[in-house]
């Protein structure tokens, strides 16, 4: 079974710097789809971004951005001039290609934004 | 506005009582989802649905039941058989459920025992 794995379970950045969350995954397929989203204190789940595993080209989103390492297994996001609404619980999921049930969640990494 | 909305935003049920979590999204998805959410975990999958009358167990599917009448609603159930039920649980749509779609969260229900 696949499995998401985020080894930072917290981290703090300041305002206007960039930050860079990890996160890597196993699996044995060679197509699928990994995302980020974002938890606030509302607790609803919001999508961040996105990535196709059969593009090389990494996902783009205004401030946020993924550097994916197929090889390495690795999907980490990239916020770029933190602002304080960033900060948030951001979970890393799988999902795979031929499954859509079947969606696997990182344990998440707390994100605190200094002012 | 379209959206998925989910009642109530806090539950309490006592010992031994079945409660019921609503789901209603207006997306027109095909697919639903729940989920259930622990302190410093992930999100796991209860059950899910791909297309109205059909529905499947995730991963802790035990203690829970769901039924799926109308494209729009899919309830979720929490049985006196679940013997752990406090957490957060989210749920969850997709245009299709084997498509490329992106699932899209409700804002989550907190159920606490009493």
């Known amino acids: 079974a696949q499995t998401v794995t985020q080894s930072q379970p917290e981290m703090s950045v300041q305002e206007a710097e960039t930050v860079t969350l990890s996160c890597t995954y196993d699996?044995?397929?060679?197509?699928?789809?990994l995302f980020w989203y974002k938890q606030p204190p509302s607790r609803q789940m919001i999508l961040v971004i996105r990535q196709e595993a059969y593009k090389q080209q990494n996902a783009t989103e205004n401030r946020f951005s993924v550097n994916f390492q197929k090889a390495a297994k690795s999907f980490s996001l990239k916020i770029s001039d933190s602002q304080l609404g960033d900060a948030a619980m951001y979970f890393c999921?799988?999902?795979?290609?031929?499954?859509?049930?079947?969606?696997?969640f990182g344990a998440g990494t707390r994100l605190t934004v200094k002012p | 506005d379209g959206g998925i909305t989910q009642s109530p935003k806090y539950l309490f049920r006592k010992e031994g009582q079945n409660v019921t979590l609503s789901c209603e999204q207006n997306l027109n998805h095909d697919a639903m989802y729940w989920y259930r959410q622990d302190p410093g975990q992930g999100l796991r999958l209860i059950y899910y649905s791909q297309i109205v009358n059909d529905f499947q167990k995730g991963d802790i599917a035990e203690g829970y039941s769901v039924s799926r009448e109308k494209k729009e609603s899919f309830p979720l159930t929490v049985t006196s058989a679940q013997k752990n039920p406090t957490a957060f649980y989210l749920c969850a749509s997709s245009i299709d459920w084997d498509g490329q779609e992106t699932q899209y969260f409700g804002p989550g229900t907190r159920l606490l025992v009493l």
């Open positions: 699996t044995s397929e060679s197509d699928y789809y």
């Open positions: 999921a799988y999902r795979s290609l031929y499954n859509n049930n079947d969606m696997r």
